[in-house]
Nanobody, 121 residues
């Protein structure tokens, strides 16, 4: 019912920047919260950042001051601006969203497929 598609991943040198995008489509009344997660090989999945419908943002300590999450509600799109990237930021980055299908429905969590970010030293 809802599809999330990420874009913007790739290979970048340490100290560089990338911006990830995540576009939502389908049966959407509202998106109550957006998330970015990442998972590196052999490591647990980590919540990188989130943004609420009111614009409140939360960041993992590992990315504070370097990553910025934002969204354009009208376009049902969120972004993750990443700067001063480090090799330890290498991971598959997935977006997720809490979506309401109607004014009276509960919010359901949906995930994208993920996009690879590789930071070379």
């Amino acid at each position: 019912q809802v599809q999330l598609v990420e874009s913007g991943g790739g290979l970048v040198q340490a100290g560089g920047s990338l911006t990830l995008s995540c576009a939502a489509s389908g049966s959407i009344f509202s998106i109550n919260a957006w998330y970015w997660y990442r998972q590196a090989p052999g490591k647990q999945r980590e919540l990188v950042a989130s943004i609420s419908v009111g614009g409140v943002t939360v960041y993992a300590d590992t990315v504070k001051g370097r990553f910025t999450i934002s969204r354009i509600n009208a376009k049902k799109t969120e972004f993750l601006q990443m700067s001063n990237l480090k090799p330890e930021d290498t991971a598959v980055y997935c977006c997720a969203a809490d979506v309401q299908h109607s004014p009276s429905s509960a919010a359901y969590n949906y995930w994208g497929q993920g996009t690879q970010v590789t930071v070379s030293s």
